[in-house]
């Protein structure tokens, strides 16, 4: 399938799935990365006059916002912004702090970021009567690497069978400004943050690994891994049997 293709069949298919369920349009968080604005432009091609964007800073790189703002200018998209730093500053002083690791303090926080920006975009979804479209791309979704009831707690996830070298490939048909393209990926959960650096894993060898099953065996154990550890964040909750 030709990316001219790939990108007809996604706005078909946001268009069909929001109308089959009575929606009047889509709602989606716009980081400034080129997942989300992969997704934005899709979304305001399937829906030209009932698309919405949300850029939500909670204390992020102000570049982000800059991109993300300019690629809403570029292809006309409405855009609200919600600054959430006062709302995050305010949780995180209310929860413990104590008995926890650096590390698992910084985690636990940074995580706080994404579920606050799902409660922004369903509150706008809510008023709308919009669904909310999320970005997390095959890559990101296959090995957990996105927040559960976060990025994750979306309506419909447009590009989950896209690995991230295809919606690379998507950006540069749609025209996605080259320095949100060639940026390096990042959730933007805490400064200097990427999403590779956190993975220990380059999308190229994880793109790999799941087009065609091949890879060194030590990347190869790390992804089966990570896979499996996070199977619960791909699945409904279970319920028992009775």
């Given amino acids: 399938m030709s990316v001219e293709e790939l990108a007809k069949k996604l706005i078909s298919w946001i268009r069909e799935t929001v109308s089959a369920v009575g929606g009047k349009g889509v709602v989606l968080g716009i980081s400034g990365g080129v997942d989300s604005c992969v997704a934005a432009v899709l979304c305001k091609r399937a829906f030209p006059g009932a698309t919405l964007g949300v850029i939500m800073p909670c204390h992020s790189n102000k570049v982000d916002r800059e991109h993300a703002e300019l690629v809403a200018r570029k292809f006309d998209i409405p855009v609200k912004v919600v600054v959430l730093d006062k709302v995050f ?12 690791s650096e590390a698992e303090r910084r985690l ?3 995580n706080i970021k994404p579920r606050l920006r799902m409660v922004t975009l369903y509150y706008f979804a809510n008023r709308l009567n919009y669904l909310v479209v999320g970005a997390s791309n095959r890559s990101e979704l296959s090995v957990g690497y996105f927040t559960k009831y976060g990025d994750g707690g979306v309506d419909i996830m447009l590009l989950g069978n896209l690995v991230k070298g295809q919606v690379r490939e998507l950006a540069r048909y749609l025209d996605i400004p080259r320095e949100i393209i060639n940026k390096p990926p990042s959730a933007g959960l805490w400064e200097g943050q990427t999403d590779e650096g956190e993975m220990e894993l380059t999308y190229n060898e994880l793109d790999n690994y799941l087009i065609t099953g091949e890879a060194e065996e030590k990347i190869k154990q790390k992804i089966d891994s990570m896979i499996s550890r996070s199977t619960h964040k791909r699945c409904l909750p279970p319920i028992p049997p009775l």
């Avoid at 500053?89 to 926890?100: C, E, F, I, R, S």
């Fill in 89 to 100: 500053d305010t949780l995180v002083k209310a929860l413990p702090g104590n008995g926890y």
């Fill in 108 to 110: 636990a926080g940074s």
